[in-house]
């Protein structure tokens, strides 16, 4: 019998929470192992349960959800990190995924939706609602410059392009390749360091435009 991938939730309304539990646990490949109503409490929670993956709402009293995950990727906790909130604010979006979250899923989505998309998250992609893409895409490429050529790419720091793109974390990443996650986190400083780049967010986004473009000229 394969393990359930363990959930900590970290969200300040006790409803939520309750309803989260039951639909989470409605499915055979997850198991919730802990709610937390606050910042420091699932920061806690998370360094002690050590989950496979954390459900993290934005606006909290006190301690944020940005602080809150901040936090958790400074404290090196090993889950894959999945803001669950009612906002889709640009800002918010981006202010999240750059600060480290592995995905971004609004709470309207349908049940169906948010299994499938745990389910990916656990695989190493990230994930975003549908809703949020067209918002993020703006918000990149209004706000960064982004370059027209990546000649100066070695073929592996293409390949770890494509994957990067395909919203595959460096562990993943290095497993597809058959190499450290040391050295995959080399050719990603070195690629977005030759494409003037600044995170993964804007690197995924600009390979999109790149496909889009290469789609829509004539061979």
Known sequence: METRHTVLIIDDHALFRRGMVQLID?????????????????????????????????????M????????LRERNVDARLIVLTVS???RDVVTALRAGAHG?????MEPEDLWENLKRAMKGVSVLSEAITGTLIHAVTTNQHVPAVETDLTARESEVLNYIAEGMCNK????ELGISVGTVKVHVKHLLHKLNLHSRLEAVVWHHQRESLAQRTPS
């Open 172 to 175: 993943t990443i290095a497993r």
């Open 88 to 90: 889709d604010n640009q």
């Open 64 to 71: 944020n959800g940005i602080d809150t995950l901040t936090l």
């Open 26 to 62: 409605m499915d055979t490949d997850f198991r919730v192992i802990g709610e937390a109503a606050s910042g420091p409490a699932g920061l806690e929670m998370a360094e002690r349960l050590r989950p496979d993956l954390i459900l993290l709402d934005l606006n909290m009293p006190g």
């Open 104 to 108: 971004y899923l609004l709470k309207d």
